[in-house]
């Protein structure tokens, strides 16, 4: 198929997306490419009706909203099992993740009922199996459903109260992955009970950064 064929109803060409995602190092395959572009379509279309993001421009948003989220995959290059997203809003960073690493086991907690539905559609347009919608708030999460091999969160705020909870939440290998303004990085690597790696910039950005942690027990 080619890219003329491959138009998605956000009016973006694979190729349209692909280099979007060119600075965060991202490659990914053309059937993956097409599920960002229906993905911003779907996100633009509900965006008018349940505030999903702030941004309008749909290049500006596969590289803000995918291209960092994908990024985290060179950071963390292992990254495997099962992965919550904690506050996922749009399903931002835990979707993307899900496309570009299809065998992941992706727990999305989200307490807002409609930003739940647009989530519940994403998932079925975009054939995501291995995919789990969790409607309320972390805290309330089940014993049975914790165990996880990764928690990652992007502008979810009262990191400690969050890092409390993924202690009880993680495998004992488990890590954290933070997308966070360099401020808030500065706090959340002095959080006692974590032992940290080097903050990674994120591409086109000055002052934001992603963190990854892992507890010590």
């Known amino acids: 198929m080619t890219e003329n064929d491959k138009q998605a109803p956000s009016a973006l060409s694979i190729g349209e997306v692909a280099a979007a995602l ?3 190092g991202v490659i990914l ?5 097409y599920a960002i572009a229906r993905y911003v379509h779907l996100l633009i279309t509900w965006n008018q009706s349940v505030n999903l993001t702030a941004l309008e421009d ?3 948003i596969v590289a803000k909203h995918f291209g960092e989220s994908i990024f985290a995959a060179s950071v963390v290059p292992e990254i495997f099992g099962r992965l919550a997203d904690v506050g996922t809003g749009a399903g931002l960073p835990g979707i993307p993740l899900k496309i570009a690493l299809p065998d992941l086991i992706l727990f999305l907690i989200e307490p807002n009922n409609k930003k739940c539905a647009f989530l519940t559609e994403v998932k079925g347009a975009l054939g995501l199996t291995g995919t789990e919608i969790f409607r309320g708030r972390y805290e309330e999460t089940t014993e049975s459903e914790k165990g996880f091999d990764f928690i ?3 502008a979810l705020g009262n990191y400690r109260h969050l890092l409390r909870w993924a202690k009880t939440a993680l495998e004992p290998q488990g890590r954290v ?3 966070l ?8 690597g002095r959080t006692s009970g974590w032992t940290w790696e080097v903050p990674t910039p994120i591409p ?3 002052r934001r950064v992603i963190q990854v942690g892992r507890p010590s027990f």
């Open 204 to 206: 086109q950005s000055q």
């Open 152 to 154: 990652c969160c992007r």
């Open 29 to 33: 395959a053309d059937a993956q490419l």
């Open 181 to 188: 303004g360099t401020d808030d990085s500065l706090v959340v």
């Open 177 to 179: 992955i933070l997308w």
């Open 58 to 60: 749909p290049m500006e």
């Open 22 to 24: 060119s600075p965060y």
